[in-house]
């Protein structure tokens, strides 16, 4: 398995262009979410998804755009870079899986992360 | 006041040293999990736990539900156990959620 794949691991943007993270796990996990870690500080959640077709809200949604039209993809938007979009942006996924009954959890599985600098 | 709260925020060992680093929630959760970020990081899964206790080499976590407590053990603690641990609950009423602690920078000096 190769777990989540997270692309690109470095990016350099100007202020106001787009870009798309792209995040692919292959482990059937119905649960995926995007965070940014800025320099020294912890991990904060944009936006999340239960399932295909569902996205939510996390603490920092703002600048970003999600869609989950399969089970396996979770790509990251940015419509609009700014300088406060610096950070590096992680990929994770977590069960339970999709279509099995038994609703326990799995561990978490993070990308390697995305180093995102805009100028 | 954060959902999980780590402590201590830094921490540095000498090499051979037992360590505990300690993790309290506020929220209902349905599982605890402990992370390791290395320099240049990456982040890996150390544990997922709902209860009890769990060993994994020299790494060791527990957790109390009434208490909302976890704690992460390291014994004999070796340099490259350099790393931020990361203490995350996956919270019963967001559908698994995950919400992070702020980390504890772990420093292991030979």
């Known amino acids: 398995n190769a777990g989540v794949t997270q692309t690109p691991k470095f990016r350099i943007l100007k202020i106001g262009q787009s870009m798309t993270l792209q995040c692919t796990q292959d482990?059937?996990?119905?649960?995926m979410y995007w965070y940014r870690q800025d320099p020294g500080m912890g991990l904060k959640l944009i936006y999340y998804s239960v399932g295909a077709g569902i996205t939510d809200k996390g603490e920092v949604p703002n600048g970003y755009n999600v869609s989950r039209s399969t089970t396996e993809d979770f790509p990251l938007r940015l419509e609009l870079a700014a300088p406060s979009q610096t950070s590096v942006y992680f990929c994770a996924s977590s069960g339970p899986t999709q279509g099995v009954l038994d609703i326990s959890e799995t561990e978490a599985f993070f990308g390697q992360g995305t180093r995102l600098t805009v100028v | 006041k954060n959902e999980v709260e780590q402590s201590p925020q830094n921490l540095t060992a000498q090499e051979g040293e037992f360590i505990t680093i300690n993790c309290s929630y506020s929220?209902?959760?349905?599982?605890l999990h402990w992370l390791q970020q290395h320099p240049g990081g990456g982040i890996v899964s150390l544990f997922m736990l709902s209860s009890g206790k769990k060993k994994h080499g020299r790494l060791i976590a527990t957790i109390n539900i009434q208490e909302k407590h976890s704690s992460l053990h390291i014994t004999a603690s070796h340099p490259r156990d350099s790393a931020v641990y990361i203490c995350?609950?996956?919270?019963?009423?967001?559908?698994?959620?995950?919400?992070f602690g702020e980390g504890t920078q772990l420093t292991v000096n030979p």
């Open positions: 929220v209902g959760i349905s599982a």
């Open positions: 995350a609950v996956s919270e019963e009423t967001s559908g698994s959620r995950l919400t």
């Open positions: 482990m059937n996990h119905n649960y």
